[in-house]
């Protein structure tokens, strides 16, 4: 289907889910890559999973709240055992957090197992697609973006490890819903690794650039192309990440 | 800037000046549900299928063009019992479109019209990894299409008043080539009677319904969930002592759990379509069941 067909109603709820999105994810991508513990997204979601299948498992409502409050509840309890690991063992925090990923997906599969109710669609519950966004998904995110903003630009120093790894938990756990795990993992990394050779007080400027622009402009290919829009996203990211990346070495 | 946004401009207006295509606009979930959509609509009806018949039904990536039609589809033609719960419900609710929400007439669930097997009696737990409403997969019997070409011709009408003696003569002459074809695949499938196979899955208990197939065993008894070890050695143990003459796979199943069981008990890995689309052969729905028929009796003779 071409251009002409296709309702521009339809793109920008995903297009505002993405802005969303990069509005917590860049700033947190750059503390991430900082730290070297890039897939902790990864491990926080497959956490968060985890807890719904778990309180499904015991059989509660995985619908609606019930689930919100068994994927936070999981995740928060990954990001704190996370922060006992990276005080006791900080040498290995990327890997205690590689370690947690396959613990948790294992864990979702031995939990399945013996879960009559249990198969894939329950595994892809916390899986976002950006197309589908709904709008109380998106007043949602928006109510968490703006208490992610608040906390981050005023408060940064105060909040310490704890509170990084708590904030990051909370945030990936919508994010990943709302627009599912490979963009979550792009718009954290890919403008961090952008940026991250540039002057340190246009960094963060730059990262916002280059994650709005990806979903402006992804969303835009993706529609005259009819790719899936998440895949066509991550690869136009990566580009102009490239471009960025490569205009700091030039000079 | 200007002049982009200038040629965007007359593009979505040359868009909508199109030739107003009067055709109902259908969407359907899978590649059959699309055959049979039409099949029986011919040129009055513009067909978008969102699943290929290599997809996994199951979970389908939100293209634009699948958003788009559902925002604009008069009618929708989708499995039901579940198989596309893990995205069409979003799908529809998001859709905004009145006319293909549950209930509507533009809401058409081929599982509705047919009597499901493999309902649970109740929720019995043991059973492992069930749909509670029966198992979804009827297309694989044809007289099911049958009772469903009937029903989505009398919906077809319904929404499309203007042509609907056009839908009804053109389901007619649908149902008499199709109970042709389902005497011509009965007599040709009585070999078929009480052969042992081994499924990938409990998806083709349509397929053996009818034909009366004996299936010995199932070698992924969840979907999604990998077999354990013990399930496996117990399937091996077991098949050797009542070997299947073979193994049936789907097209869009991973070929590898067949292959492997293949090796192990002596009996060959025959492939099947599943789908409209799923073989080359398996061109539109009259395709589908001569090839999967085919592919049945070329093992057996």
């Keep these: 289907m071409s251009l002409l067909s296709v309702d521009f109603s339809i793109l920008w709820p995903a297009l505002v889910a993405g802005l969303l999105v990069s509005v917590s994810h860049v700033p ?3 503390q991430v890559l900082a730290r070297g513990i890039v897939f902790i997204d990864l491990a926080i979601a497959q956490v968060a999973g985890l807890g719904v299948i778990v309180a499904s498992s015991f059989g509660l409502s995985i619908e609606g709240w019930g689930a919100q409050a068994a994927a936070g509840a999981a995740a928060l309890t990954g990001a ?17 957090i590689g370690i947690l990923f396959v613990l948790a997906s294992t864990a979702q599969i031995l939990v399945l197992a013996n879960d009559p109710h249990g198969g894939e669609n329950l595994k892809d519950l916390l899986a976002g697609q950006i197309l589908w966004v709904s709008t109380e998904q998106l007043v949602r995110t928006g109510v968490l973006t703006a208490v992610f903003a608040a906390v981050w630009f005023r408060w940064r120093e105060q909040i310490g490890r704890v509170g990084f790894y708590v904030l990051f938990a909370l945030v990936v756990t919508a994010s990943v819903q709302l627009v599912g795990v490979y963009l979550v ?23 916002y650039a280059v994650a709005g622009a990806s979903y402006f402009l992804g969303l835009a290919v993706s529609v005259v192309t009819d790719l899936p829009s998440s895949a066509v996203i991550v690869w136009v990211m990566a580009m102009l990440a490239l471009l960025v990346h490569l205009a700091r070495r030039a000079r | 800037m200007n002049r982009i946004l200038r040629l965007i401009a007359t593009l979505l207006f040359l868009g909508m000046a199109l030739p107003a295509h009067a055709a109902l606009r259908i969407l359907a979930t899978t590649a059959d549900w699309g055959a049979l959509a039409t099949e029986l609509g011919g040129d009055r009806v513009n067909v978008y299928t969102a699943t290929g018949a290599l ?6 990536d939100a293209k634009p063009s699948l958003v788009a039609r559902a925002r604009t589809a008069d009618l929708l033609v989708s499995n039901g019992a579940e198989l596309e719960i893990g995205w069409l419900p979003v799908l529809v609710r998001e859709s905004g479109n009145p006319r293909i929400q549950p209930g509507q007439p533009g809401f058409f669930e081929a599982t509705r019209q047919v009597r499901l097997i493999e309902v649970p009696s109740q929720l019995d737990r043991a059973m492992g990894d069930i749909h509670p409403l029966g198992n979804p997969h009827v297309q694989l ?27 009804r003569e053109r389901g007619a002459e649908f149902q008499a080539r199709w109970s042709d074809a389902i005497a011509r695949w009965a007599a040709k499938a009585v070999p078929l009677k009480g052969i042992p196979v081994v499924v990938m899955h409990r998806d083709q208990a349509y397929l053996r319904n009818w034909l009366g197939l004996q299936e010995l065993a199932a070698i992924e008894p969840k979907p999604g969930v990998p077999p354990s070890a013990g399930h496996l050695a117990q399937l091996v143990s077991k098949l050797s002592g009542t070997p299947p003459r073979m193994i049936l796979r789907n097209a869009y199943n991973d070929p590898k759990p067949a292959n492997w069981l293949a090796e192990r008990v002596n009996a060959p890995v025959v492939l099947l379509p599943f789908s409209v689309g799923g073989t080359p052969e398996a061109k539109d729905l009259f395709g589908l069941f001569d090839d999967t028929l085919n592919r049945l009796l070329a093992v057996i003779q």
């Design chain 1, 80 to 96: 704190l055992l996370l922060t006992w690991t990276e005080r006791k063992r900080p040498e290995a925090q990327e890997a205690l």
């Design chain 1, 28 to 30: 947190l991508g750059q």
């Design chain 2, 141 to 167: 019997d044809p007289r099911n299409i049958a009772t469903i070409a009937k029903a989505l011709t009398e919906r077809l009408a319904g929404l499309d008043a203007g042509n609907a003696a056009f839908y």
């Design chain 2, 55 to 60: 997809q996994d039904v199951h979970r389908v």
């Design chain 1, 185 to 207: 993992f792009t718009t954290l990394i890919v403008p961090a690794v952008a940026t991250y050779r540039h002057a340190a007080n246009r960094q963060l400027v730059l990262g």
